[in-house]
């Protein structure tokens, strides 16, 4: 059962409670109730089905990243504008109001905040909005939903910038580095 929520934010306070999920295993959301931990991609199926239940589609977009971890984020539209609620390792790539006109201004929002431990800049691509609909119900119960990353993975992706452009750009300074890793568990970052 999952805990009754009200808003958008409330669903990312209760994600942002919990500790990160350094295990291989992607809990349903059930799980992530009963363990009281999660990672991007549990957190992104708990929140999206969270999101279900105040009326919104269960959508999931896929950010993928260069020499870092992909993140997964739950993704919600009012008023016409996006939003995201989002489990992260990190303090820079979580919640997202609802003020963004189309998926790829609420990914390009991710973008100057989202680089690796060394402080490569890394979001390359995202990918289209993603419905949980499909499974009818099977991500609720599941022992493992690594299946819904592997399909979140094949969707269609669009391109934010090349992979040269990437590696041309800015090492972020070390004040940004140390405030988006603070309180990170180093056990579940990107290791080159």
């Known amino acids: 059962m999952l805990p009754k929520f009200h808003k958008p934010r409330g669903i990312q306070d209760y994600l942002d409670g919990l500790p990160y999920n350094t295990t291989d295993r992607t809990f349903c959301p059930r799980d992530v109730v009963l363990e009281q931990k999660a990672h991007c991609m549990d957190g992104a199926v708990f929140a999206a089905t969270a999101l279900e239940s105040l009326g919104f589609p269960p959508l999931l977009v896929d950010l993928r990243a260069i020499d870092d971890d992909d993140h997964v984020i739950a ?19 979580r919640f997202r109001d609802p003020a963004y006109r189309s998926i790829r201004e609420l990914a390009l929002s991710y973008f100057p905040v989202y680089f690796n431990t060394d402080g490569e800049m890394s979001l390359y691509e995202y990918s289209r909005p993603f419905s949980l609909r499909k499974y009818r119900g099977k991500h609720l119960r599941a022992q493992d939903v690594a299946f819904i990353g592997q399909d979140l993975d094949n969707t269609v992706h669009y391109r934010i910038v090349s992979r040269q452009q990437l590696k041309s750009m800015r090492i972020a300074p070390q004040y940004l580095v140390d405030s988006c890793f603070a309180g990170a568990d180093w056990a579940g970052l990107y290791k080159k």
């Open 75 to 93: 993704v919600f539209r009012e008023n016409g504008l996006w939003g995201a609620v989002a489990k992260s390792n990190t303090t820079t790539l």
